[in-house]
């Protein structure tokens, strides 16, 4: 063989030595990049997923926010939240956290197969909207319904009340006591209550019941659904509406009994189903289908008792801030008296001479609001036929009892102002009765964050003084208050209408008047810096499960 023909030879193998080395290079660098190509895929969905986890985190703040707007407690968001997942997108769930105002949110954020979770701690208090809680009725140790009046709600920031566009979101609460109805009480809203519910006459309750103890309903009419933690008695009446198809639902943890005697006035009727837990209970009247496992706890409302912790809450003065009693003009003929924020002209009581009396307020702190207010102080308030005119953001403080009697007695701002408040601070009793006419067609101002007439007491019904009424709401003209009397009684006993919302340690409703919650007061913050509605996230992390 030539030595031409033997390099040819080597030529060609080193070609294929090189060739088959770069294609092997080449395989390896065409994995490499599918390898990488994965790798960036997998990190796409992983980033996508955790996109996803954080969507679902930030869409359940809103839906956390909206909530506390609707009034709903801690534990109602908790058992809402997973409703609000997004298949395909993102689950979720919650569970109370660490503290008792935290939820612990976790959301399991999807995307084309990958998996990534994310957790959060939100942050969550109750706004201070109405009274530091939200409703129409709420009571530390009871309440008592009788007179047969109505209790529905409207916002006011859509204008006065009326029955045409009235809404049936007036719940009443009782925090740790018991509620008795007796009469034809037409309560627009959810019955709470921590304790037992007895019913008699004939009622309606237009939204959902929940008791902790016993239900003992004789002939009530309820549209929602009915949870007890104990027993139930129920005579008769109809739970549920037909065209409600979420409504008629009878939860009872203890036993049930239908009394089904010649005197039953009516066969109990419902629209849902019976959970029951056991066997004493006769079903013959009911048609709907018994689930003897596990029925559903109460829904307790998450309320604080005394938030404002009232007594400490309260200004302090001395006996030189105290000003003249504020009195009505001698001989009873009607006074027309005006408060401005910088000073007011009153009748003092020891003037015989049936002169007005020039009075200024006096700079005071308190707990209610930020850095210190003008306050008029007084021993007492006596007004008979005198009506006050109120200009500008005002606030007095009564020492002593605080009466109203006479006709055309009262308060009232100036025709086409919407801009002032009056603001009464209580340490002894508030008795607004006869004919008085409190801001009548006042409504909340709730860009400005005020509230037409806020009465606080820090009267304390105990004692001897445990039936004493800390304030008596008895007039037969129309009122806007908004009450908050945690350690006393308040009584209702008016034929007029109330706008507004009752607090108090007990409740008694009597009068065939109407209370009619504004809905406005849970968007209106009290002055307190720490007093707006809080939800934020404390903490926020990614996490991976076991």
Same mark, same amino acid.
């Given at each position: 063989m030539s030595t031409r023909s033997k390099q040819q030879g080597f030529v060609l193998i080193s070609v294929l030595i090189i060739t088959t080395i770069s294609t092997f290079v080449?395989?390896?660098? &065409?994995g490499e990049n599918r390898l990488q190509e994965r790798i960036a895929g997998n990190q796409a969905k992983e980033i996508n997923a955790r996109a996803k986890a954080e969507q679902g985190v930030f869409d359940s703040y809103q839906f956390i926010k909206q909530q506390q707007n609707n009034d709903k407690t801690l534990a109602q968001i908790k058992s809402l939240i997973s409703g609000q997942s997004e298949v395909g997108h993102y689950l979720l769930s919650a569970d109370f956290g660490a503290t008792a105002n935290t939820l612990l949110i976790t959301s399991k954020g999807q995307y084309h197969g990958a998996t990534a979770y994310l957790k959060a701690e939100v942050l969550i208090e109750n706004g201070t909207a109405a009274l530091g809680n939200g409703g129409a009725v709420v009571a530390c140790d009871g309440v008592s319904l009788t007179g047969g009046g109505l209790i529905d709600s409207f916002d006011s920031r859509n204008g006065s009340y009326s029955a045409l566009s009235a809404t049936s979101n007036a719940d009443v609460v009782s925090i740790n006591g018991d509620v008795g109805i007796h009469g034809g009480t037409n309560l627009k809203g959810d019955l709470t209550v921590n304790g037992t519910i007895t019913q008699s006459g004939s009622t309606t309750i237009g939204g959902d019941i929940n008791a902790s103890k016993d239900l003992n309903l004789a002939q009530a009419t309820v549209h929602g659904n009915v949870s007890v933690g104990q027993n139930?008695? &129920?005579?008769?009446g109809s739970i549920g509406k037909l065209t409600d198809p979420d409504s008629g639902n009878v939860n009872i943890t203890?036993?049930?009994?239908?009394?089904?005697?010649?005197?039953?006035?009516g066969a109990l009727n419902y629209a849902g189903n019976l959970t029951k837990q056991y066997d004493s209970y006769d079903i013959a009247m009911f048609s709907g289908t018994v689930n003897d496992a596990s029925p559903v706890a109460p829904m307790m409302a998450s309320h604080k008792c005394n938030e404002k912790d009232i007594a400490n809450a309260?200004?302090?003065?001395?006996?030189?801030?105290?000003?003249?009693?504020?009195?009505?003009?001698?001989?009873? #003929?009607?006074a027309q008296l005006e408060f401005s924020e910088m000073s007011a002209q009153v009748f003092d009581e020891t003037n015989t001479t049936n002169e007005l009396v020039t009075v200024y307020p006096t700079s005071l702190t308190s707990e209610l609001w930020q850095g210190s207010k #003008?306050?008029?102080?007084?021993?007492?308030?006596?007004?008979?036929?005198?009506?006050?005119t109120i200009t500008g953001d005002v606030t007095i403080m009564v020492k002593g009892e605080l009466t109203t009697t006479g006709g055309e007695t009262g308060f009232r701002f100036n025709d086409g102002d919407t801009n002032s408040s009056l603001t009464i601070l209580s340490e002894g009793t508030v008795d607004i009765g006869s004919d008085t006419s409190v801001f009548a067609n006042a409504v909340v101002d709730s860009v400005n964050k005020k509230v037409p007439l806020t009465i606080y007491s820090s009267y304390e019904s105990k004692g001897n003084n445990a039936n004493k009424n800390a304030v008596f709401l008895d007039g037969a003209a129309n009122m806007y208050a908004k009450v908050y009397a945690p350690l006393g009684r308040v009584e209702y006993a008016a034929s007029g209408a109330m706008m507004g919302a009752l607090e108090g340690k007990y409740i008694d409703i009597s009068g065939a008047g109407a209370i009619h919650f504004d809905e406005a007061l849970k968007h209106v913050g009290q002055e307190s810096s720490n007093s707006q509605d809080i939800t934020k996230f404390a903490a926020i992390y990614y996490h991976y499960p076991n």
């Open positions: 080449a395989l390896s660098a &065409i139930a008695t &129920i005579m008769g203890g036993n049930f009994k239908l009394n089904d005697s010649a005197t039953t006035t309260m200004p302090t003065t001395t006996s030189g801030h105290v000003k003249s009693n504020l009195s009505t003009a001698h001989g009873g #003929e009607l #003008e306050v008029y102080v007084f021993d007492s308030v006596k007004m008979k036929n005198t009506m006050v």
